[in-house]
């Protein structure tokens, strides 16, 4: 027999804990559970029964395993985006629905993990929970990986007993995350597949083409009308600096067609965020409305969530500022944290910190009021997104066509302006 000391929550859904005598981590699981007691957590207690200290050496407190701190290039190197964050919170809540073993359960899940990222987190995560730490406080160690709602929300989630529906909730969240990017990427992928065909086709004109029209030209094989040959001077002149800068050329057209994937595509990470270019994705052409309701309805769910979780408020609205993905609403998240803090209304703190939405600030300042703020905010996210879907799918309608119509004119510009005159010949 074998001590296991043990987390759960019992039927009056107060956190308990204690040790149990079983022979192995199944039987006591099953003692547990025929206790009537749910989200139960077994470790094997340092304090073992058997013989003293001096007959089987050192005591187990300084054998036990040591708790393993990750580098920070460890941390940096095992962010996760959100369809590999959607995976690693489902696993979890699979494990805590079904009362597995939580350390030996991560180190099998880990093995079967679709992304490497998610394997590295994954490990990780089993050691520092094979070493006693609670779940929250694994989580806690890997601030790359999992946001700062995820975290707080799981250590809420462990101080009310309410693991499994904080796991719920932060799937939810992940896979509504990993849904708008996956939605964002597909809006994009056209009109940029477009402007790249149209990008080396004009290379190709332009390097190719140009010179060997010059050369006709200058050697009176045909001859240019004043508009066209200015014109085509013009193409002349871009021919020779792109010929001899190909290589910048091709460098900027790739730090421009990454920097609107940059701007457009949202990411769950910290890294590279500029509040410039946050305010910017909010009032951009065309995407500044869907990235605006893309971020009020994180904000609302995130903000559901926290409330849901019994966390105070003031944490829960800079924490839902950051969730929202946008410095402009985080920063905002702050600002109404502190009127909170001061003894403001949640309604009124929302309009005096800005970048919130009339109807957003009166419905959430009555939700409050009738004690449904939870529900409220989480009606109010569905609006967002269904409002964000409807934006998406104009813009969708929208992009294509108008890209279309914009570099048919460019390149139907090109094409003519060269092989006008040799038309205008065999014409004659």
Request: glycine share 8%.
């Amino acid at each position: 027999m074998a001590n296991y000391d043990y987390r759960a929550v019992n039927g009056a859904g107060e956190s308990v804990s204690g040790t149990v005598q079983a022979d192995n981590t199944a039987d006591a699981l099953r003692m547990l559970k025929e206790q009537g007691l749910r989200d139960v957590y077994v470790g094997k207690s340092a304090n073992q029964p058997g013989p003293p200290a001096e007959e089987t050496g050192p005591p187990l407190e300084e054998s036990a395993p040591p708790i393993i701190k990750p580098t920070l290039g460890s941390l940096r190197n095992q962010s996760l985006g959100w369809s590999e964050l959607a995976e690693l919170n489902e696993q979890l809540l699979g494990l805590v629905r079904a009362g597995l073993p939580l350390a030996p359960s991560i180190a099998a899940m880990a093995r079967y993990m679709s992304g490497r990222q998610g394997r590295g987190v994954a490990k990780t995560l089993e050691r520092d929970v094979a070493s006693g730490l609670s779940l929250a406080d694994a989580l806690d160690r890997q601030p790359a990986a999992f946001p700062p709602l995820c975290r707080a929300m799981m250590q809420a989630g462990e101080a009310s007993g309410s693991v499994e529906r904080v796991l719920s909730c932060l799937t939810d969240y992940s896979r509504a995350m990993a849904e708008t990017r996956n939605r964002v990427v597909e809006t994009i992928t056209y009109p940029l597949v477009l402007v790249a065909a149209a990008f080396m086709l004009a290379m190709f004109m332009l390097v190719k083409v140009v010179p060997v029209f010059n050369e006709v030209l200058m050697n009176g094989f045909l001859e240019y009308d004043r508009p066209a040959a200015v014109l085509f001077g013009a193409w002349v002149s871009l021919s020779h600096f792109v010929d001899n800068h190909v290589q910048a050329v091709f460098i900027a057209f790739l730090i421009a067609f990454a920097a609107v994937i940059w701007l457009c595509v949202p990411r769950p990470a910290g890294r590279l965020r500029f509040r410039w270019a946050d305010a910017f994705r909010l009032h951009m052409p065309l995407f500044g409305r869907l990235n605006r309701m893309g971020a009020m309805s994180q904000f609302c769910r995130a903000l559901g969530m926290l409330v849901e979780a019994r966390t105070p408020l003031p944490e829960a609205l800079e924490l839902a500022g950051a969730a929202s993905g946008n410095l402009v609403v985080e920063a905002a998240g702050r600002r109404a944290m502190e009127q909170v803090k001061g003894g403001g209304e949640l309604g009124e703190s929302l309009i005096r910190a800005g970048s919130f939405d009339a109807s957003l600030c009166w419905l959430a300042q009555n939700g409050e009021n009738q004690h449904t703020l939870a529900e409220t905010l989480q009606t109010l996210a569905a609006t967002y997104e269904n409002n964000a879907e409807r934006q998406r799918r104009w813009v969708l309608m929208a992009l294509g066509p108008m890209t279309t119509v914009v570099l048919g004119l460019f390149v139907g510009l090109m094409f003519f302006s060269v092989y006008g005159p040799l038309i205008a010949g065999m014409m004659n």
